[in-house]
């Protein structure tokens, strides 16, 4: 059965399901509990304000770039289908704004993807200082739920991920904005593509294949930063069969490569993105690397070249973990590691 068809299935059968979509209306005052504080909203928000790419991508599948009115945090380009709308929102900053400039703009609601950007040591803000100023705050729940963010660089998950915490923030979302039928739309439409992508690789479950997923590296010459195994790329190497070769439960641990190589993963995996924080954000020196290097070069994952390149903002736990499991799910199909 063809990918398009398992998909069709799916949405089909979620469309016939009893009281699809019989969303009720949001009653305000609306209080939800979201990553251990209680917000209130008295209204659906005007004027938003977000910090991470994440936040503002769910708010444009939701319909809602109307209500935008700044953005920050950027990895890559915005997705194509939004980038009109997206073109007529003010990109406060490429990466970490200020706390003033997102006041500025005088929200009724900063939606947060990263903790460490609005939480108890922010680098933005705390949310208190926000709630302070009368202005509610939404952290995306993929970043809290089962993760401690004082632990490691960027936190540690107790459990493995799982997109239920990605459509739940979706749903609130959409509570908040008092629009939940389109909430309970988008979520339909990423748990089909999800599970396509799911069967679409499951004659590979059955083969012994690893995997590393490197993001990134502070410099080209230092060990990089790789997928833990309780983050979105594990829940994606879980969900398709794949043994993840790092053990470290932090959300993105540093691992030398000589480690890496003694484990000799049957695939890597690297992030593509337009951010320049790090030499090793342009995937094509991740490239360049992987083949120069004495030590990565001798892994059979690059002397076969079983390189996956992904989009970056996918390995994180966003709406595009969905797109990035399609991709390690094509990137399965084009070479069996285990022939």
């Known amino acids: 059965m063809s990918r398009k068809s398992i998909l069709a299935g799916l949405v089909a059968s979620f469309l016939l399901a009893?009281?699809?979509?019989?969303?009720?209306?949001?009653?305000?005052?609306?209080?939800?509990?979201?990553?251990?504080?209680?917000?209130?909203?008295?209204?659906?928000?005007?004027?938003?304000?977000?910090?991470g790419q994440s936040a503002t991508e769910v708010l444009y599948s939701l319909g809602l770039s109307d209500r935008v009115v700044g953005t920050s945090v950027w990895f890559n380009e915005v997705l194509p289908e939004f980038r009109d709308v997206n073109d007529k929102v003010e990109r406060l900053a490429d990466n970490d704004p200020s706390f003033e400039s997102v006041v500025q703009k005088r929200p009724d609601l900063v939606a947060i993807q990263f903790v460490?950007?609005?939480?108890p040591e922010g680098i933005v803000a705390t949310r208190d200082q926000f709630h302070d100023l009368s202005i509610p705050t939404y952290t995306m729940p993929a970043d809290c739920i089962a993760k401690d963010n004082t632990v490691?660089?960027?936190?540690?998950r107790s459990e493995l991920f799982n997109t239920e915490s990605l459509y739940q923030g979706i749903r609130e979302l959409a509570e908040i904005f008092d629009i939940p039928e389109r909430g309970d739309r988008l979520v339909a439409d990423l748990k089909a593509r999800e599970q396509a992508a799911i069967a679409r690789a499951a004659a590979f479950r059955s083969k012994d294949i690893?995997?590393?997923f490197w993001f990134s590296s502070a410099d080209m010459d230092i060990d990089p930063y790789v997928a833990g195994r309780k983050g979105a790329p594990a829940y994606m190497m879980?969900?398709?069969?794949?043994?993840?070769?790092?053990?470290?439960?932090?959300?993105?641990?540093?691992?030398?490569?000589?480690?890496?190589?003694?484990?000799?993963?049957?695939?890597?995996?690297?992030?593509?993105?337009?951010?320049?924080?790090?030499?090793?954000?342009d995937h094509e020196k991740k490239l360049e690397f992987?083949?120069?290097?004495?030590?990565?070069?001798?892994?059979?994952?690059?002397?076969?070249?079983?390189?996956?390149?992904m989009d970056a903002h996918a390995m994180d736990a966003t709406i595009r973990t969905i797109g990035g499991i399609e991709t390690l799910a094509e990137g399965l199909e084009a070479f069996d590691p285990a022939k």
């Open 210 to 212: 690893s995997a590393v």
């Open 116 to 119: 460490w950007h609005v939480g």
């Open 290 to 309: 992987l083949r120069t290097d004495p030590v990565a070069s001798q892994m059979e994952a690059v002397k076969h070249n079983r390189i996956i390149v």
């Open 152 to 156: 490691g660089v960027d936190g540690t």
């Open 238 to 281: 879980d969900k398709l069969g794949i043994r993840n070769v790092v053990e470290s439960d932090e959300e993105w641990p540093v691992v030398g490569w000589e480690t890496i190589a003694r484990a000799n993963p049957d695939i890597i995996v690297i992030a593509r993105m337009n951010r320049r924080r790090f030499p090793a954000d």
């Open 18 to 51: 009893p009281g699809a979509f019989a969303a009720e209306a949001t009653h305000y005052p609306l209080t939800l509990k979201n990553c251990g504080i209680d917000v209130t909203f008295d209204h659906a928000p005007q004027r938003t304000v977000t910090i």
